[in-house]
């Protein structure tokens, strides 16, 4: 089935500097990716999707590209802020199929 | 504004006693998902619904159940057959099955 691997947490970085957060997937297919936000307390917001390969998904300074040759996503912004302490989650989805979550990557960051 | 709603954001309710998860959207979404989050070990599913009258059950199904008799409506029951039923519980929904889903705010149950 499919399944989804992300970088193991916590990360912790300070103000300004740069974050990529990992993540693999399998699938047979072509999915499409997702990365998903969660701050204390909340449910999840999308953060930003690719449908097919090479697409690059951007939003609020984070950007992941849709890698089919190395069935990856990586989460990467170039100045992290406190205020993207959360914890982020990748999900891969078949059409029709209710998305498969990775375990979340915990980020916390430090002025 | 269109969105999804679960009630209540915390519950209660002592070891033995089934309890009722409300979620409700109004975002003429025909997918619905429910998920559980526990510590360090990220979503998994326990049901979801792609139409009405309609569903099917997740990864985690044992001990809970679901009904989907209106399009905006897919409530959760935790029943005494669950055996670690604390948790946070997320309700979402999507367009169709496989995009992308917009979650609730998730209701935190603690048995006790």
């Known amino acids: 089935g499919d399944s989804v691997t992300q970088m193991e947490g916590p990360v912790t970085l300070s103000e300004e500097a740069f974050l990529t957060i990992n993540c693999t997937y399998t699938?047979?297919?072509?999915?499409?990716l997702f990365w998903y936000v969660q701050y204390p307390g909340e449910g999840l917001q999308l953060l930003l999707k690719?449908?097919?390969?090479?697409d690059k998904g951007s939003n609020k300074g984070f950007e992941a590209t849709y890698r089919k040759e190395t069935t990856s996503f990586h989460l990467e912004k170039g100045s992290v802020q406190v205020s993207d302490s959360a914890v982020y989650f990748c999900?891969?989805?078949?059409?029709?199929?209710?998305?498969?979550f990775g375990k979340g990557t915990r980020l916390s960051v430090i002025a | 504004d269109g969105g999804i709603t679960q009630s209540p954001k915390y519950l209660f309710r002592k070891e033995g006693q089934n309890v009722t998860l409300s979620c409700e959207q109004n975002?003429?979404?025909?997918?619905m998902y429910w998920y559980r989050q526990d510590p360090g070990q990220g979503l998994r599913l326990i049901y979801y619904?792609?139409?009405?009258?309609?569903?099917q059950k997740g990864d985690i199904a044992e001990g809970y159940s679901v009904s989907r008799e209106k399009k905006e409506s897919f409530p959760l029951t935790v029943t005494s057959a669950q055996k670690n039923p604390t948790a946070f519980y997320l309700c979402?929904?999507?367009?169709?099955?496989?995009?992308?889903?917009?979650f609730g705010q998730g209701t935190r149950l603690t048995v006790v």
């Open positions: 699938a047979t297919g072509y999915p499409s």
């Open positions: 690719a449908t097919k390969a090479d």
């Open positions: 975002l003429n979404h025909d997918a």
């Open positions: 999900a891969p989805s078949i059409g029709g199929t209710p998305l498969v």
């Open positions: 619904s792609q139409i009405v009258n309609d569903f």
């Open positions: 979402a929904s999507s367009i169709e099955g496989g995009r992308e889903a917009f």
